[in-house]
Every structure is written in structure tokens, then in C-alpha cells.
């Protein structure tokens, strides 16, 4: 029986070998659109024009001095009379200034005290002929600095 089954066996198994083999359509690739960007910087994705904002009204009132404002007397639409406060400062930035201010006049002082000692002793130095008329004025306009900084 063996010998019969070999001799069938062996086309068989290449019909269906061969059967496997056939002609199937390749699948076709679609063909995708791309779409192609050239990057730009970001200075010139964007436009920019030179201008001012304001708002639309502007009252002509203003303090005299900057600072924060700590109260509001009036509400909007209210009705006020001439010499009226509308607001208040906060006095704190006031007092910084002021505290400053005198900080700067204190050393403007001592800066005076010091130019006025060494002219003093440029003059002394100077009359007995031990400093040139140069360095003299240099510190004689040294004083006067420290003078017109401490009026100021």
C-alpha cells in the first residue's frame, strides 16, 4: 500500500502547491498629499506697528507727587465743587522721600565739611609755596562744588 500512496501523494501535494502560487493583485499604496512649510522666525510671523494707547477719556487731573492712592473720597459720577479732594496719597511714600532727601543734604554737608578742610590746607600749603596755584584751584573749585550740591 505504501507504494501506491507514493506515487498519488506526490502530484497531489504539488497541485495544491501550486495552486497556493497564484496571481494576486498587489496592494496599492495611496498615495498621501503633504503639505510642505518652511519655518519662519518668530519675529517675522507676527506684525507690529509702533503707537500709543490711551483711553478714550483722560481727565486733566494728576497729583502733584506719585505714590499709591490709599483713599478715594468721591465715587464716579458724583458731583464736586472746586478745592474739593478727590483722593489721598498713601504718606508712606512721602516719608520714604523725604527721609531720602535728607539723607542726601546730610551728605552734602560732610562732602562740604571736607572740601572746605582741604582747601584750607592747599591755602596754607600754597602761601608757603609747597603746592602749585593749580592744585590750589583744583581744590578751591572742589568747594564750590560741594556748595552749589548742598543749595541744591
Known sequence: MRSTFLPLALPASLVFLLAACGHEEAAQTTIRPA??????????????????????????????IGGKVSKRLVEEGDRVKANQPLAELDPQDVRLQLEATRAQVA????????????RDRYKTLMDRQMVSRSQYDNSENLYRSGEARLKQ
Not at 37 to 48: E, F, H, T
Request: net charge negative; charged share 25%; proline share 10%.
Open 35 to 64: 503639505m510642505v512649510v518652511q519655518p519662519q522666525p518668530s519675529a517675522q510671523a507676527m506684525d507690529s506697528y509702533p503707537g500709543e494707547v490711551r483711553a478714550r477719556y483722560e481727565p486733566d487731573l494728576a497729583f502733584r
Open 107 to 118: 551728605a552734602a554737608e560732610a562732602n562740604l565739611n571736607l572740601v572746605r578742610a582741604e
